[in-house]
């Protein structure tokens, strides 16, 4: 099974109390890309610009992640730079230029209109709509959003999540999506606008599920060096999302519920990896034992 | 097996969005003792004036909480105040009065002294090791501290926390008292100052034990009502040592890792009751069938 992933594909500047880079590769669809492709064909649909290195797109083809839905448009690469607090729980962001990102409409290569499943990184919610038109009515769809579209696109956020199966928002999200302060409230209401599973993100202390009357939480690994938490969330989306296209997800049959557990512990097992170094580099080099070995790890964990 | 309980108790004034209520039976030592006493035998060590009603201590003793080392001075109950915000995650103190609590000085009952498991408050350092120099040399030892005494009394501190077993902290606590913001490094850097185990209390956030290589974390329960939480973390403790003392736990053989687990559920347990009501309403009449019923609903929220 395959892996439609929508996003950003940038370049980043960040700097941490352990270190700081600048114009390393970046953006939701990378890190989504990056750790969905351990567990499944990843076809990423995303724009960069000409400025883009083709060493960055090697990192992302030799992950086996299919970049025929990467076009290359006239001008510079979507550009952030932002700088953590000594905890590195909050950031501020010190440059966004869209620059080609500005003008991205999203359009499927032929050959991805058949994708299984589908992971919508935060872009503008007609966006969104948009890359859903393009793909046949049998697929199973998971969005993420942000504050920005909560507040100034609240009719287009509606109408692209009545459409997703799983929406994955972290806890703030969630409670601006809702007004709901109580996040178990929050992930009802989330429920009424359409997707049937709610994942909340919830950084360095976890995510829940809720699902029909079912609530599972995982929790973050206590990670040794937390390095750079850039793309932690991003991370965790495609490790769930990967793994639910790699047992071909449908939301039916008495295993979803465990599927969807596992997913869950994927996407926090990538999530960890994401923060152990800078950028992508904690999870561009992954090898299989690896992620099995920290899944193991979080059942040790959390077992009683 | 029986649990010596050292700690404050108190009169509250609460205000949360939920309501507001004022000279309640409260104080650390009224809710770990009501959170304790569905698993073991608990024996109070505590003081209050003689404005402390019969009705109160009727509280605690229909749930055979032991209440001779419970002391009524001349002078007035401790007496604290305090309001939360919207979200009940930071709180305002209004009124701090120790009255009484201000000449504590905790002397055992006779038949307190044979106590094979023994929980010190949040209260003086010197004093929890006052408590220790009254009790035989084979008890098991958990402690509570808080940033007041981590600043002013850092030498009585670290006296008495060498003769701890286990340590129940919150994560800003942990950190302040090692200087390590990674709650991985701050457990093993408390490790070294004395108790074999590390108990992180992270609130809404859950708990998180350190021990040897183990680590283990128990998730907050996902409330549907948070009411107040005022005594939440007592309640945790309460719940932990309780049932830790009714397997008569040492800290020794294979069951170990096993006992303490379920202790932290049964801690995440009661802190979850605790939060349902104000002040101590939400643990006072608990049925033991109720407390089994939300460690399975912990089991299923978990297990994958």
């Known amino acids: 099974m395959a892996l439609l992933v929508v996003g950003s594909v940038a370049y980043d500047g960040i700097e941490t109390p352990h ?33 883009f290195d083709d060493d960055d797109e090697a990192v992302l083809r030799r992950r086996n992640v299919d970049c025929e839905g990467l076009v290359r448009a006239s001008g510079k690469t979507f550009y952030w730079k932002g700088v953590y607090n000594r905890r590195m729980n909050e950031r501020r962001t010190l440059a966004t230029e ?22 919508l990184g935060n872009i503008q919610p007609d966006l969104q709509s948009l890359v859903l038109d393009q793909t046949p009515i049998r697929r199973y769809v998971a969005g993420d ?50 997707p049937e599973t709610v994942v909340i993100k919830r950084g360095e202390h976890g995510a829940t599920l809720y699902r029909t009357d079912e609530c599972f939480m995982a929790p973050a690994y206590p990670l040794d060096k937390l390095a750079d938490p850039t793309g932690a969330g991003d991370a965790f989306a495609g490790g769930f999302m990967g793994y639910l296209a790699s047992c071909g997800f449908r939301e039916t049959g008495s295993a979803a519920g465990a599927d ?17 170094r800078f950028g992508v580099d904690g999870l561009k080099d992954l090898r299989a034992e690896q992620i099995e070995e920290r899944f193991e790890e979080f059942r040790a964990m959390t077992a009683f």
Chains 1, 2 share one sequence.
């Open 98 to 119: 869209l620059n080609v990102f500005a003008d991205f409409r999203p359009r499927l290569p032929e050959s991805y209109r058949d994708t299984s499943h589908i992971l």
């Open 19 to 51: 270190g700081r880079v600048d114009r390393v590769l970046g953006g939701a669809g990378s890190y989504i890309a990056l750790a969905a492709s351990p567990f499944a064909e990843v076809r990423l649909v995303a724009v960069v610009g000409d400025d």
């Open 260 to 276: 969807l557990r596992r997913a869950m512990i994927y996407g926090s097992v990538m999530g960890s990896f994401c923060c152990e």
């Open 145 to 194: 959003t942000m504050n920005y579209w909560i507040e100034r696109t609240p009719d287009e956020l509606a109408a692209t999540m009545r459409r997703w199966n799983t929406i994955l928002v972290n806890d703030e999200e969630a409670r601006q999506l809702t007004g709901e302060d109580n996040l178990r409230h929050a992930g009802r209401a989330i429920r009424r606008m359409g």
